[in-house]
Nanobody, 122 residues
């Protein structure tokens, strides 16, 4: 499977952005999907994940209530709606996929997109 992100950009604190990731290849619906981010000088971290069926989601504690992950298994997309953005959300955001939910959330997924930059600044 291949992943391509879109939707990054510059936004003021308190604003919103929606990231989208389009997956191509076979059996996309059998992959758990997620969004990770890496800020300058920091390690890459999971932001949100969603299981193959969409029944299970996982969020980084600091984004709960502000970010929402969703997927469309017909369009083969996974979106991240980001509201009430903060300066500390500034990072390169990566879409990721793995056949195993636990690997996506707790280890390192097998498939990565190239990333899209989100800058939160006034």
């Amino acid at each position: 499977v291949q992943l391509v992100e879109s939707g990054g950009g510059l936004v003021q604190p308190g604003g919103s952005l929606r990231l989208s990731c389009t997956a191509s290849g076979s059996a996309v619906g059998s992959y758990a999907l997620g969004w990770f981010r890496q800020a300058p000088g920091k390690e890459r971290e999971i932001v949100a994940g969603i299981s193959e069926s969409g029944h299970f989601t996982h969020y980084k504690e600091s984004v709960k209530g502000r970010f929402t992950i969703s997927r469309d298994n017909v369009k083969n997309t996974v979106d991240l709606q980001m509201d009430n953005l903060k300066t500390e959300d500034t990072a390169v955001y990566y879409c990721a996929a793995d056949r195993t939910w636990g690997v996506l959330v707790f280890r390192s997924p097998a498939v990565w997109g190239k990333g899209t930059l989100v800058t939160v600044s006034s």
